[in-house]
């Protein structure tokens, strides 16, 4: 069972339109990460929330982190070819060793001209 | 950020064989990496801590005999596959953490065993 419940696992869209990855626990976590992958490479980090209700934005995405630190979303405008991949999220949880993170299921998402 | 790289990219081997994987810290020391093993489409799946100066901490269900981890250095760490069989076949991927929260990643390897 994941600790972070990602939804959708998939997400196909046009170039144009706008979507939003969830990542859900019943667990708190001190800070949440978005990170994205290609095939074939490693994941990226995009961006880490840590304040409960923080918002945070990265050009087109928006990074919403829950007033309780139990969930977060990813928002994305206008989505481009190029957002095409893997999104994870990943929690660091006060009780987790040092540097370990919990990943939620991933969401494929591909986004066509 | 940080830069955290792999070697080999891909291996291909024969069944029975050992394979060594190194992911070395670039441009900051790293007490402790993280071994990832992946299928296609699916999220990461933490295989193992590991720590320099101690043992490797494996996560339930991986065989810390097959999946040998040494921590050299305060830059390097080595997973090597041990009897490498079909199912082993995967991509596997290391990681370095810069903080409690904030891990960067190698670039992954991938391994296939005929």
């Known amino acids: 069972t994941q600790l972070l419940e990602q939804s959708p696992q998939f997400l196909s869209i046009q170039e144009g339109e706008n979507l939003t990855v969830y990542c859900n626990s019943s667990?708190?976590?001190?800070?949440l990460q978005w990170y994205r992958q290609e095939p074939g490479e490693g994941p990226v980090l995009l961006v880490t929330?840590?304040?409960?209700?923080e918002v945070k934005k990265l050009k087109r995405l928006t990074f919403q982190f829950g007033d309780a630190r139990k969930d977060s979303s990813l928002h994305i405008t206008a989505a481009q070819p190029g957002d095409t991949g893997l999104y994870l999220c990943a929690g660091a949880r006060a009780t987790d060793s040092w540097g370990k993170l919990q990943f939620g299921a991933g969401t494929q998402v591909v986004v066509t001209p | 950020g940080a830069v955290v790289s792999q070697h080999p990219s891909r291996v291909i081997c024969k069944s029975g064989t050992s394979v060594k994987i190194e992911c070395r810290s670039l441009?900051?020391?790293?007490?402790?990496m993280f071994w990832y093993r992946q299928f296609p489409k699916q999220s990461l799946m933490l295989m193992a801590t590991s720590n320099e100066g101690s043992k490797a901490t494996y996560e339930q269900g991986v065989e810390k005999d097959k999946f040998l981890i040494n921590h050299a250095s305060l830059t390097l760490s080595t997973l090597t596959v041990t009897s490498a069989h079909p199912e082993d076949s995967s991509f596997y991927i290391c990681s370095a953490p810069v903080s409690y929260n904030e891990q960067f990643f190698g670039p992954g390897t991938r391994l296939t065993v005929l």
């Open positions: 441009d900051f020391q790293a007490t402790t």
């Open positions: 667990s708190v976590f001190s800070s």
């Open positions: 929330v840590v304040t409960g209700g």
